[in-house]
């Protein structure tokens, strides 16, 4: 008896460092801002610097067959910066392949902003990593045993890093869309290590981003897009980033650069055929990439390891799942088509 309730103990230990590693994490799941078959739940994540702090999954099942057994495989997608998951499209589509399809907002991101929160911040990219870990501890939990994690933009160097650093078994390949590798300033980069050392010593001045919204026109259904979403999550102008995230942002891709990154499985690299500069929209901001140059993508998403398959998206916009639909019927095909090349 005593044995038995050593060994109980000793459980509950163990449960509550996981638990205290990996977040609070309910088994309480509600319908989704989406609709149509997506639900969620927060997780109350250790606190950081700014004080309590949480993230969220979404996710839609596969509905099994009668005659099939539990799916085992799954897609994790991480959004970018000023963004939060909306591409209810893009997760049908892996739900329709076969794949049970969960997503993150990241701490103060979208479903994750709390009162008080500065909307994005972030001192070191790591921090992350605990967010994306919750994710995959409740989909280890539904037997989900084979995933794909998926970044785009900032969520795409942020799985990267994630990936490099943490190498969890369960993840089998993984697929970056425009990932944010290097900055694109053109002259303003000489003034990234001075912002970067004032991160450090001052993290939260802040830094403006400019007056652009060519990039939300383009997206918009009101203006020239085809998309609807939260304005409130996903900000049609920029807003000032700190020191403190421009240092933060520099560290990783550093951290990922001359093969330090050394990745072992599987990477598609997805980026635009070209990038668009300006800050007022044209027509040209609905076929190319409006905020990085797709030339450094690819450069620097050609060291991340010894497998990387890179696919150059002819009329992609910077989120390449929310260009013209003449393109992304095409890049569905692809990516599950290259999903199938490496066994997955």
């Not at 000489?190 to 010593?201: D, E």
């Not at 085809?226 to 995230?245: C, H, L, M, N």
């Not at 990387?308 to 998206?313: E, I, L, M």
Request: net charge neutral.
């Amino acid at each position: 008896m005593q044995r038995h309730t050593l060994r109980t103990l000793l459980a509950l230990i163990l449960v509550s460092i996981t638990l205290q590693l990996s977040g609070q994490v309910s088994d309480r799941w509600v319908p989704d801002i989406l609709g149509d078959g997506y639900e969620m739940r927060h997780i109350e994540q250790p606190d950081d610097y700014t004080g309590p702090v949480i993230s969220t999954v979404i996710r839609k099942l596969v509905t099994p067959r009668i005659d099939s057994t539990t799916v085992n495989r799954g897609v994790l997608y991480v959004h970018g910066f000023n963004d939060y998951f909306f591409q209810a499209e893009m997760g049908d589509r892996f739900v329709e392949h076969g794949y049970n399809f969960y997503a993150v907002d990241l701490r103060r991101y979208g479903r994750s902003l709390v009162k008080g929160d500065k909307p994005f911040d972030i001192r070191d990219m790591s921090s992350y990593f605990q967010d994306i870990d919750s994710a995959l501890v409740i989909m280890k939990r539904q037997g989900i045993t084979e995933i794909i994690l998926i970044g785009h933009s900032t969520g795409g160097l942020t799985s990267a890093y994630f990936e490099s650093r943490c190498h969890p078994e369960a993840i089998k390949a993984l697929i970056l869309n425009s990932p944010f590798l290097d900055w694109n300033l053109g002259w303003k980069e000489r003034l990234i290590p001075a912002i970067s050392l004032l991160g450090k010593i001052w993290p939260s001045f802040k830094i403006s981003q400019g007056m652009s919204t060519a990039y939300a026109e383009s997206l918009l259904k009101q203006y020239h897009g085809e998309w609807t979403y939260r304005t409130d999550w996903k900000f049609i102008q920029s807003p000032p980033v700190t020191a403190g995230w421009v240092r933060a942002i520099t560290r990783a891709q550093k951290a990922l650069r001359d093969g330090k990154a050394d990745i072992r499985i599987p990477i598609l690299l997805l980026y635009s055929s070209a990038s668009v500069d300006g800050s007022d929209w044209t027509p040209e901001h609905n076929r190319a990439d409006g905020v990085l140059d797709v030339k450094d993508i690819k450069k620097y998403g050609m060291e991340l390891g010894p497998d990387v398959t890179c696919a150059k998206v002819e009329g992609g916009m910077h989120d390449l799942v929310l260009s013209a639909k003449d393109v992304r019927e095409p890049l569905y095909r692809y990516i599950f088509a290259w999903l199938a090349r490496k066994g997955l």
